[in-house]
């Protein structure tokens, strides 16, 4: 019998393939290149894509493509077929060094920002040897960067890469300055846990909502919902536990670590959760986690939901970032250590984290921010869209005794001079977890909250790497030029506590008097839609320190806000004309036939028995009566906004608009639409409804 590590990675061209299939000569060139990020020598790449080639075809790959990740939130691919003309009219297959490292895919119809004219279609992809390439049927699939034409960033891997560049070249500045000369390269490490629903595939069908967006538009509260939270960390059910099983083993061939599941809160709704990897690497696997989620389910007849909401009155989906940072050589610069200087050490990092949270809580947030997540923000169930940091009880007493130069604990011989006296001995977590906190420290990592089930995790750890990198810059800018270092780090950690402790919350963050001393008392932002958060991505401190570390360029800043507002306006306008063809065709006939049936019940029992006032009847019918004329009319106001905010010029004043006004007549219409789903007789409702939904699969 197969056990799981006997096909773990087996369709991964990882580090054991590339031992036994490559020259030590060849193999170590290629090591040099991934840890290093060294040039590849062309005949380094013949070699490999060689090696590659032969591997794939024996594990029954036809094709390959450069896989990429495009500015549409999706992965995407152009597949070739490795056949060449012979001479003698058969086939060869071949795969050069040159096929390996550059693609050239039409560029032409994904988002730029205005990078580039419609007609101009050349784009470049380019190999990222630090990601393993894997095969997904009968394709080798090559994780690629993508750029225009003119050498701009039109993906998210690109940028991912050069923040992970940025960080580690900081953080090495201060390695250094604590002795440690032996780390090379520092990474960042992702766990990214994915939260999603499955509902039976013969109800999704029915609903128009589901299939066009994702969400359901309409739907009224089922007689029984989360409250009792039996689902949570319930038994699973064997249709799902069967799916699961499945899920696991096509990750698992793909390396993938897929490590821990169960149900989540909601009916319906569960959780994947896997073991840390490098961040690329984990962005890599995280998207494709989402599409096999998708693919397995149908296999089961069943539908993965990804959307951030898909149901109203349950709770959303999100994604939890857990992330830390790590040396080449095994420390985790986020766990205290056992010694004074470890301790300063982590002391840094922890507040290099706290400053870029404080100083680039507008960039944490709308890296998460989509029309999606806009719905769940905030719903009780996820973070408010306010950042705030949760430390813990004593990790938060150290820093208010290192700030107030006072003894730690009332211990007096515990001095605070870092690194020089002995700091007290802290474990890595001796607090409970805050659910409701957007960043919570966690032992040896943060966790960042805020990510919606179907983001890329790419956006939210570029400005989380970029923003650190800029607090350990400032750092190592001024203590490289210190004369006496304990004194001055000493000093230095205690003014950025000083500084930015009002980005530390360890309470409620549900509460609304935390939002509000937060606005009010603290200056926290509280960006809580799309278009409030999406233009301070080009707010002038941001548009320089994005810019000095090289993670973007002015233009590819300048892109994606355009891209990201065009997206919501897009999304937005989609469900509006859902809804109103939903209303129109659907929900009006229904509750139409139901009140006419009504009617004619009525009629006959009084044509038997003319005393009969047919009460019941005659009171639904006028309910019913009045709801189909709300409908119709708050289907005609809907209609008129879409065409008005169609009308509005500048992508910013359309978003805008549909903020303030598309999504009022929206929720407008869907409140009488659902008091009527409530009322009209189940064979007359025209799709399946939320019990269905939320309770179908058994």
Request: hydrophobic share 40%; net charge negative; glycine share 6%.
């Amino acid at each position: 019998m197969q056990t799981v590590s006997d096909y773990f990675g087996s369709m991964v061209f990882d580090d054991r393939i590339m031992k036994a299939r490559l020259s030590e000569s060849i193999y170590r060139s290629l090591k040099k290149t991934i840890e290093e990020g060294t040039r590849l020598d062309i005949s380094v790449a013949n070699a490999v894509a060689e090696a590659m080639k032969e591997w794939a075809i024996e594990l029954g790959a036809t094709h390959y493509t450069h896989w990429f990740q495009p500015l549409t939130g999706i992965t995407a691919e152009k597949h070739d077929s490795f056949i060449s003309p012979a001479p003698d009219g058969r086939v060869i297959m071949e795969f050069s060094g040159k096929e390996l490292i550059k693609g050239e895919p039409d560029a032409s119809s994904f988002p730029s920002g205005g990078i580039r004219a419609t007609f101009e279609a050349r784009g470049y992809t380019a190999w990222d040897p630090t990601s393993y390439a894997f095969i997904k049927g009968k394709t080798l699939c090559i994780p690629t960067a993508f750029c225009s034409y003119g050498g701009e960033a039109l993906d998210k891997k690109t940028p991912l890469l050069r923040s992970m560049q940025a960080l580690s070249k900081q953080a090495l500045r201060i390695l250094k300055l604590f002795g440690n000369e032996d780390v090379k390269v520092v990474r960042t490490s992702v766990g990214p846990e994915q939260e999603y629903f499955l509902i039976p595939k013969e109800l999704y069908d029915k609903r128009k909502d589901l299939i066009y967006t994702g969400r359901t538009l309409f739907g009224a509260k089922p007689p029984k919902g989360q409250e009792m939270n039996d689902h949570y960390f319930g038994s699973i059910k064997p249709r799902v536990e069967a799916y699961m099983q499945d899920l696991n083993a096509e990750l698992w061939k793909l390396g993938i670590l897929a490590k821990t599941e169960h149900n989540e809160v909601a009916p319906a709704q569960h959780e994947l959760a896997p073991i840390y990897s490098t961040t690329n690497i984990a962005t890599d696997h995280n998207q494709l986690t989402m599409e096999i989620m998708q693919k397995v389910a149908r296999k089961h007849d069943l539908v993965c939901l990804l959307h951030e909401k898909p149901f109203a009155g349950v709770n959303g989906s999100g994604k939890h970032n857990n992330w830390s940072i790590a040396t080449d050589t095994g420390v985790n610069l986020l766990a205290p250590g056992s010694t004074p200087y470890e301790n300063a050490q982590f002391l840094l990092f922890l507040c290099a984290v706290i400053k870029a949270v404080d100083d680039y809580q507008d960039l944490l947030r709308l890296a998460v921010a989509t029309a999606g997540n806009d719905h769940r923000l905030g719903a009780n169930e996820a973070p408010p869209a306010v950042i705030s940091i949760f430390l813990g009880d004593e990790l938060n007493a150290i820093l208010d005794a290192i700030e107030n130069e006072k003894p730690y604990k009332d211990v007096v011989k515990t001095k605070m001079k870092l690194g020089v006296d002995v700091l007290p001995e802290f474990r890595k977590d001796t607090t409970d977890r805050n659910r409701t906190s957007p960043f919570a420290f966690t032992g040896n990592k943060f966790e960042f909250r805020m990510l919606g089930s179907s983001n890329s995790i790419a956006c939210a750890n570029i400005m989380l790497n970029s923003a650190v990198a800029e607090s350990l810059k400032i750092f190592a800018d001024r203590l490289e030029n210190s004369t006496d270092f304990n004194t001055d780090l000493h000093e230095l950690i205690k003014e950025t506590i000083k500084a930015h402790k009002r980005i530390i919350f360890n309470g409620n963050g549900y509460d609304d008097a935390w939002i509000k001393e937060a606005v009010e008392n603290r200056g926290l932002s509280n960006l809580r839609t799309t278009p409030d958060a999406m233009p301070h991505l080009l707010d002038k401190k941001n548009v320089d320190m994005l810019t000095s570390h090289k993670v973007y360029s002015e233009t590819e800043l300048k892109a994606r806000c355009e891209i990201m507002l065009d997206n919501y306006c897009k999304t937005v306008q989609i469900e509006a004309n859902t809804m109103v063809d939903m209303a129109n065709r659907q929900i009006l006939p229904a509750v139409s036939a139901f009140a006419a049936e009504l009617a004619q019940t009525a009629a006959a029992k009084q044509s038997v028995n003319p005393a009969l006032t047919c009460q019941y009847e005659g009171d639904l019918v006028k309910t019913l009566s009045t709801l189909t004329d709300q409908i119709a009319e708050r289907t005609k106001q809907l209609e008129k906004a879409i065409i008005q905010v169609q009308t509005i010029e500048g992508i910013e004043a359309q978003s805008c608009e549909i903020r303030d006004l598309l999504l009022g007549k929206m929720a407008s219409l869907r409140e009488v639409c659902d008091e009527a789903e409530t009322l009209t007789s189940e064979k007359y409702w025209p799709f399946p409804t939320y019990g269905d939904l939320l309770f179908g699969v058994r």
